[in-house]
């Protein structure tokens, strides 16, 4: 802003939109008069692009608008749904629609099925029933990571579609 622009010719935007090309001194010259800053708003143009204004005001829209930014940007995160072994039919449905509602906000889902005990002897019934919850979100999301034993349980991971 005003003295630390270094460039010998300006591109001096005014509140109506219109452009002309004048020297530092010049645009310098019409702050002052005005009693507001000179700001540089494009440093790496040719020349240069300032505009007349409040540095202060112009901070803190340029805040506003990277905060604005970064809220649109939101990061998908991985959702976690476990059941165990014996968890009944309708309370896998309650995890399907769920899953759905994770999948419809663009996250990813994890299933974890956890086995203890005398269940560790029937790994394949855990396997099925993981592929049936698999099998209910097909149209809704892909396989991100094939189901695979981490321990005692077998875990899956799945993305919306279209991502």
Known sequence: MNAQITA?????????GKAET????EALERAQLA??????????????VVKLGEFGHFLYQMQKKEKKQKSHS?????????FGFRTEKHDLDRLVDRAKEFLGERHMVKFSV????????NKDYAIQKLKGLMA???DFAEVEQEIKSQGNQFIAVMR???K
């Open 8 to 16: 010998p010719k300006v591109l001096l935007i005014d509140d109506d």
């Open 22 to 25: 004048l020297t530092i001194a």
């Open 35 to 48: 009693e507001v800053d000179l700001i540089e708003v494009s440093p790496k143009a040719e020349p240069p």
């Open 74 to 82: 939101k990061q998908s995160e991985t959702k976690m749904l476990r």
């Open 114 to 121: 956890r086995l203890r005990g005398r269940e560790l002897t």
């Open 136 to 138: 209910d979100l097909v």
């Open 160 to 162: 919306p579609k279209g």
